[in-house]
């Protein structure tokens, strides 16, 4: 069974009139716009120290961008730009490969302003990418693969329940050599455990 979108989408004052998927008291998810891309993802996109931990091809010119927003359409993926309540545009996040016989799916997430690194948006993001999957979706299984090097990834997987299920061994190239990625994953029934 999938959700319609309109179901999920909130009215909520703090978000300046636009529509919003959820929120906490830090930041909202708002669908991802085209004017994104000059707002602030195409430079980060491009910026090798902003974009070292995202695996794979990915694309780096504004076209290719816009693909890939277009190829990330529900039912089966979905990308929110991750915004503050001064509507500040902060990244994406991302919830993919949506199966929903199975109730499975992947997530990633790209904080690409540089001023609120550090400050834990990261773990905001994901607890809210949990809470649309496991709550509002009704999903069984999350999973998400990050680079072993990846430390601020790792600690706010784990902050946020997320459990290490296993490492590829050498499994990714990147930046001239073989790295290790390690898989975390979450059940609803371990995430709404932890929330009593």
């Not at 996040?93 to 990633?108: L, P, Q, T």
Request: with cysteine; glycine share 8%.
């Amino acid at each position: 069974m999938q959700i319609h979108l309109q179901h999920i989408l909130l009215k909520d004052p703090k978000s300046m009139g636009k529509p919003i998927f959820i929120r906490n008291d830090f930041i909202y998810f708002r669908p991802l716009e085209l004017s994104d891309i000059e707002n602030g993802w195409h430079t980060w996109i491009n910026h090798y120290e902003d974009s070292y931990f995202i695996s794979g091809f990915f694309p780096k010119n504004k076209n290719d961008l816009k693909l890939f927003l277009h190829s990330h359409a529900y039912p089966h993926s979905m990308i929110f730009a991750v915004c503050d309540f001064n509507d500040n545009y902060l990244g994406n996040a991302r919830i993919a490969n949506i199966d929903w016989i199975n109730r499975s799916c992947e997530f990633g997430r790209f904080i690409g302003s540089k001023k609120v690194r550090g400050q834990g948006i990261g773990t905001h993001v994901l607890d809210l990418i949990l809470e649309l999957v496991f709550v509002r979706f009704g999903l069984n299984r999350i999973q998400t693969k990050v680079f072993v090097d990846n430390e601020a990834s790792i600690r706010s997987n784990t902050k946020s329940g997320l459990e290490i299920e296993g490492t590829l061994k050498s499994a990714i190239f990147h930046d001239g050599i073989y790295k290790d990625v390690i898989i975390f994953g979450l059940t609803r029934e371990k995430y709404l455990s932890s929330k009593k």
